[in-house]
């Protein structure tokens, strides 16, 4: 057996290979796009993600005939020669837009979000304020001020519009103040692929409602349906995967001021544990509820993206024989991985860097162990990252070094990451719209790429090793959907111990045991479990951990320094 596995690791299997972005990025032909397949494939690099980008000309529309064409070219040609190909669900970033065609089926499918507007009451009776067109009330609330930026929670009233006037005899304490809560588009856009359609020029692309389930059935039947259609005999075999890019439910450059909303959204804030009157918490202070209603809020957000975007995405793609595969917006947003069939994240901007301790701390040094650990406790075989873009130390993204390339890939090994997306090959970077677009290219035009088989080997290898293996730890950390808890974790790296980030709700799911005084789920057992964030311990994760401590396991709450305590009461 070892000697078997000693032949695996020196002779990986092609499966493991990178599958790097690439960058279609100029005027497309098939002669060139032979061309450079057959380049990646001697280096090792055995499967590319098509990313249609900003560049390509105008006469080669997204989605269109002669765009497709080329597609199923590439798709053919990785065919012949035994290559793999994800595709792209967007034409540039973020995904659900469908490069604009969304909002052009049903210009009510654009992106939306809640409006606060603030009208400051003086003893009067009766005051009348304007709705802008394509606005809808959602909420009047009569609000006591205590500054400018807290109230009263208790005392906030509901109040309804005749005609656009409203009555309130505004009481002789306290200062009040009408606020009016209004749906509205964001104005939010998506980078397109054409010049003059990227972030603030005129042409930019409309973003879709993400949390409108017939606007993202919309997104599937314009991109998804397309693909199929087109390359139907390739799905499952050379087409594994589909890749969505930070869904973005306000959009890029959208309108100030607004937060994630759509029509019917009220009953999934109130649903959440939240009251109407609580709408203000989410824009100003109220004492000690502020927290909750807006982690509340937080969470309704993510459950409503979670069914109306990311499960049916899956479905569709697991109905069509390929993998969800991408990543959500955020470092640190566990639970929307759930769906994902090779959940992903993305390090990008030098967020997690070699210096300043970026590895171990901030939200983005959750990244890898959000990907891998949402993998390993759900059962997937692979997680991903999507790596190295903008990842240029001091902000000169070209002077991303081969040592830089090892550290960023070390850190993901060690965290478990077992296939990875490089950020970027680029088709073209004549022009500087083309070379300065996200750099640097990790791939043919960098000063390495002669010498690229070495890389692609290293990665196989270690892609290899960790997968269809088990990461021996008996440590977890306790986490909510969302907010990874970093500082404890911190702590666990520096003295080399292993520990997987375990959320409640799978703790409190039938695939969960507790057993002997371990967390049994998956293939891993826990004797171990930390809390950094009190938050995440409701009624039931009390009653569930309890049941642990019994059975004799332990739990260990991080106080923010170096005092840990050891908790056999978790009224303490």
């Not at 979000?113 to 809808?136: A, C, K, Q, V, W």
């Not at 995967?241 to 804030?269: Q, Y």
Request: glycine fraction near 8%.
């Amino acid at each position: 057996m070892i000697k078997a596995l000693k032949e695996k690791f020196l002779h990986p299997d092609d499966e493991f290979t990178p599958i790097p972005f690439w960058f279609w990025n100029d005027s497309l032909n098939e002669e060139e796009i032979r061309r450079q397949i057959h380049d990646f494939r001697e280096k090792g690099v055995m499967g590319f993600v098509i990313h249609p980008r900003i560049g390509i000309p105008k006469n080669i529309e997204y989605l269109s005939d002669r765009f497709m064409q080329l597609v199923r070219f590439a798709v053919a040609e990785a065919a012949r020669l035994g290559m793999k190909v994800v595709l792209y669900d967007e034409g540039m970033y973020p995904s659900g837009s469908a490069h604009g065609l969304v909002v052009k089926k049903n210009p009510e499918y654009a992106s939306k979000g809640l409006s606060m507007t603030e009208y400051p009451l003086d003893d009067i009776d009766e005051i009348e304020f304007p709705i802008p067109n394509n606005e809808r009330i959602v909420s009047i609330l009569a609000v006591e001020k205590k500054s400018a930026d807290s109230f009263v929670y208790e005392s906030t009233k509901k109040l309804h519009a005749e005609n656009g006037k409203v009555r309130f005899k505004v009481p002789k304490d306290g200062k009040w103040s009408l606020v009016v809560f209004t749906l509205c588009f964001s104005g939010g856009t998506i980078r397109g692929i054409h010049f003059g359609e990227d972030d603030g020029e005129p042409f930019a692309p409309p973003s879709a409602d993400l949390l409108n389930p017939d606007a993202v059935a919309a997104f599937i039947e314009i991109t998804h349906e397309r693909y199929y259609q087109v390359l139907k005999k390739y799905f499952g075999n050379t087409v594994i995967a589909m890749f969505t890019d930070e869904p973005c439910i306000l959009g890029r450059n959208h309108r100030k001021g607004l937060i994630p909303w759509t029509d019917d959204f009220l009953e999934c804030f109130i649903s959440a544990g939240n009251e109407e009157t609580s709408l203000p918490a989410l824009w100003w202070e109220c004492g000690g509820k502020t927290e909750e209603i807006r982690r509340n809020y937080s969470n309704a957000v993510n459950l409503r993206l979670e069914w109306s975007y990311y499960r049916q995405i899956s479905e569709w793609c697991e109905k069509h024989g390929i993998a969800l595969t991408g990543h959500p917006e955020k470092s640190d947003e566990i639970g929307l991985l759930k769906y994902f069939h090779i959940p992903g994240q993305d390090i990008v901007w030098r967020w997690v860097a070699p210096e300043n301790n970026r590895g171990i701390e901030g939200e983005h040094s959750t990244m890898a162990k959000c990907s891998s650990d949402s993998a390993r406790h759900r059962g997937r075989r692979r997680n991903s990252n999507e790596c190295f873009g903008c990842c240029g130390p001091e902000g000169i993204h070209w002077a991303f070094s081969m040592d830089d390339m090892k550290w960023y890939m070390d850190w993901m090994f060690v965290r478990g990451v077992n296939l990875l997306y490089p950020h970027a090959f680029f088709y073209s970077i004549e022009g500087e719209r083309r070379f300065g677009e996200r750099p640097p290219d990790v791939g043919p035009n960098n000063v390495w790429w002669k010498y690229y088989n070495f890389v692609s080997d290293y990665i196989k290898r270690m892609c290899f090793i960790m997968t269809d293996s088990v990461n021996q730890t008996n440590v977890c950390i306790l986490c909510g959907s969302s907010g990874l808890p970093w500082k404890a974790a911190k702590h666990l790296y520096r003295n080399q111990m292993e520990f997987n980030y375990l959320e409640t709700e799978l703790l409190l799911s039938e695939k969960c045991k507790i057993e002997g005084g371990r967390i049994k789920i998956e293939k891993q057992e826990y004797t171990v479990a930390v809390i950094e964030e009190p938050d995440i311990l409701s009624d039931e994760v009390k009653d569930r951990l309890s049941v642990f401590i019994r059975q004799g396991g332990k739990v260990v709450v991080y106080n923010d320094g170096a005092t840990k305590i050891i908790c056999w009461d978790l009224s303490l």
